[in-house]
């Protein structure tokens, strides 16, 4: 390997790197593990839906922080934001192909956390009552 490859794999280590702070995956991390990221891209597995419906549906969420979050996952390539041109504009919002892929893949991630609720919650009154 020469010395410019060995720097140019260097780099891409350094930048692969989960627990280096300056690695690309960090951020993606950080955006697909949100809280309302994870709502909407949950949301949105039932397919396409306008910004008034995601907010019916996502309890608690401010219009604000939803259209962050959704600006956010558009960026990232996750969800397609389709504008018709009618009077008023309809924007509806999708999974990309991108997006179906990573929704897939977090099935599994939420089937746990819904089968082991009970457990996480139980095991937070032990520890709240030991603390008292």
């Known amino acids: 390997m020469t010395a410019s490859s060995q720097a140019k794999h260097r ?10 702070s300056d690695c690309p995956v960090r951020e993606v991390l950080d955006h697909i593990t949100s809280r309302w990221a994870m709502l909407i891209l949950t949301a949105l597995t039932r397919g396409p839906l306008r910004f008034a419906e995601l907010h019916r549906l996502i309890d608690g969420i401010s219009e604000k922080m939803l259209s962050q979050t959704l600006r956010m996952l558009v960026r990232d390539g996750l ?3 389709t504008v018709e041109p009618t009077t008023p504009p309809r924007v509806s919002y999708d999974l990309t192909e991108l997006g179906h892929g990573l929704t897939e893949s977090l099935h599994p991630f939420l089937d746990w956390i819904y089968r082991h609720v009970p457990d996480v919650v139980q095991a937070q009154h032990r520890h709240d009552q030991d603390r008292e």
């Open 11 to 20: 780099v891409w280590q350094d930048a692969s790197d989960t627990f280096n």
């Open 79 to 81: 969800v397609a934001r």
